[in-house]
């Protein structure tokens, strides 16, 4: 999953930072009571839309981990393309979308199980750096692709 060029890639211990806090943030949410978490939600929500439109290495959490954080450690050993970890907010903004419906609808349970969803994901990537985004995207990737040119290539059937 290497970048084309370094001007394209992103250090990896980048997104791992921003699920660590997106995993504190998610904790907040299901501890909190409703009243208190769909706005803690709705920040978390907007955050996922930042990375997903922006792209990841352009949200308020990537700008903190450039300046505060990755001059601590030493170089990445390697770059990667953005584009799966944008994925992966996508995916984390669907996610909130749906808490956000739960909560004001009375429907308690859907927004718990979407927040739990997005926490296990967040969790992933921050403690094994597994992003379990980033694996759909590359997923879809090899399976859109496929059917795509399957099905082009498949001589019509003449009678």
Same mark, same amino acid.
């Given at each position: 999953?290497?970048?084309?060029?370094?001007?394209? &890639?992103?250090? $990896?211990?980048?997104?791992?930072?921003?699920a660590?806090?997106?995993?504190? *943030?998610?904790?907040? *949410?299901?501890l #909190?009571?409703?009243?208190?978490? /769909?706005?803690?939600? /709705?920040?978390?929500?907007?955050?996922? /839309?930042?990375?997903?439109?922006a &792209?990841?290495?352009?949200?308020?959490?990537?700008?903190?981990? +450039?300046?505060?954080? +990755?001059?601590?450690? &030493?170089?990445?050993?390697?770059?990667?393309d953005?584009?799966? $970890?944008?994925?992966?907010?996508?995916v984390? %903004?669907?996610?909130?979308?749906?808490?956000? *419906?739960?909560?004001?609808?009375?429907?308690?349970? %859907?927004?718990?199980?979407?927040?739990?969803? /997005?926490? *296990?994901?967040?969790?992933l990537?921050?403690?094994?750096?597994? !992003?379990?985004? !980033?694996?759909?995207?590359?997923?879809?990737?090899?399976?859109?692709?496929?059917?795509?040119?399957?099905?082009?290539? #498949?001589?019509?059937a003449?009678?």
């Amino acid at each position: 999953m290497s970048a084309p060029g370094p001007q394209h &890639g992103i250090d $990896p211990r980048g997104p791992q930072f921003t699920a660590s806090l997106t995993a504190v *943030v998610l904790v907040a *949410v299901l501890l #909190t009571p409703p009243a208190v978490a /769909a706005p803690i939600l /709705a920040v978390q929500a907007a955050l996922f /839309a930042w990375g997903a439109i922006a &792209g990841v290495q352009h949200t308020p959490v990537a700008w903190l981990f +450039r300046t505060a954080v +990755r001059p601590r450690l &030493g170089a990445p050993d390697h770059l990667e393309d953005p584009t799966p $970890p944008r994925f992966a907010q996508t995916v984390g %903004l669907g996610f909130a979308v749906l808490g956000l *419906v739960g909560y004001p609808t009375g429907v308690e349970t %859907l927004a718990l199980v979407a927040v739990g969803f /997005a926490l *296990v994901a967040a969790l992933l990537n921050a403690v094994f750096r597994f !992003c379990l985004g !980033c694996e759909l995207y590359l997923l879809l990737r090899r399976v859109v692709p496929a059917s795509t040119s399957a099905s082009a290539s #498949t001589p019509a059937a003449t009678h």
